[in-house]
């Protein structure tokens, strides 16, 4: 009897190591110096190059580029009344940019630094962070923060086509890895909503992907295995949630204001957390590539 009571202990005592270790908190290190960045650092993305992006470099209206050593430094300036947020790449290398006091998604063009429009629409509230398919299409969060609400876009070349209206304060967004489905989150609700997407870019059957209790939402983005890693604003973390809904990972970070995250770097499995209460990047080792690499 005694022999099968430790038995039983021991296997009580692996799985209980099983799942901490599974839910244990890891932690990020700086990639960049603090405060190269304004308040309104926003939007990382990696180009095809590998190389960083996010706006708001040293003043806001602004666009910095850091390399593989963490420099950065001032890849371009946008138009008069710009002011960019989120960022996102397609396959061609052209870079898009969420303008919230322009009320525009504005194009880079591979090979070029100086933004044009590539989709202006005056009812947007403040065009917030940008997702894309895999066939191209652009979708844009927009919230209001002032009323605590928002709505969602699909952005195609000179077009703004609204989705859904009347949501909470929608902040961070993004399409899966197979084009099927798109999360969005509202960040005073505390809401990350899923639906079905259609190849053409339609929404549909929509429903509550995760409800958090405490704290508030900013960017997010998706691994190739369709895990979907949440900035945790105020809360100082990314929670990695799977496919199901359930949190399977949480990074902190030293600050407490994560705004966006993207991947990059070796093998694809680095990730770069703007903060912006530091003004910086902080960075930490995902298990899988981010989707699109």
């Not at 990639?31 to 996010?54: C, K, M, R, S």
């Not at 961070?172 to 639906?195: A, C, F, H, M």
């Amino acid at each position: 009897m005694i022999n099968k009571y430790l038995i039983i202990i021991a296997i009580l005592s692996l799985v209980i190591s099983c799942k901490s270790n599974n839910n244990k908190m890891d932690i990020s290190t700086d990639f960049t110096h603090e405060n190269l960045f304004t308040a309104g650092i926003e939007g990382p993305a990696v180009d095809h190059e590998g190389n960083l992006y996010a706006v708001n470099f040293k003043e806001e209206g602004t666009i910095g580029v850091v390399d593989s050593n963490g420099k950065a430094t001032l890849f371009t300036k946008l138009p008069n009344g710009s002011t960019g947020n989120g960022i996102r790449f397609d396959q061609l290398g052209n870079m898009y940019i969420a303008d919230y006091t322009g009320h525009n998604v504005l194009i880079i063009v591979k090979g070029e630094k100086e933004a044009h429009v590539f989709a202006h629409n005056p009812s947007a509230n403040q065009p917030n962070d940008l997702a894309i398919a895999p066939n191209g299409i652009l979708f844009a969060s927009d919230p209001n923060w002032k009323n605590n609400t928002g709505q969602i876009w699909k952005v195609t070349a000179g077009k703004f086509e609204l989705l859904e209206a009347n949501m909470g304060t929608t902040n961070g967004i993004e399409v899966d890895p197979t084009g099927t489905k798109l999360y969005v989150n509202e960040s005073i609700q505390r809401n990350i909503w899923v639906y079905d997407l259609s190849k053409s870019g339609a929404i549909s059957n929509k429903k509550l992907f995760y409800k958090f209790n405490d704290f508030g939402m900013d960017g997010m983005r998706c691994d190739a295995k369709g895990n979907l890693y949440v900035c945790r604003y105020d809360a100082g973390k990314v929670a990695v949630i799977n496919p199901e809904g359930e949190i399977i990972r949480e990074i902190q970070l030293k600050g407490k204001k994560p705004t966006n995250i993207t991947f990059g770097g070796k093998n694809k499995k680095q990730c770069f957390v703007t903060l912006a209460d530091r003004g910086c990047f902080e960075t930490f080792t995902a298990g899988h590539p981010g989707k699109h690499f």
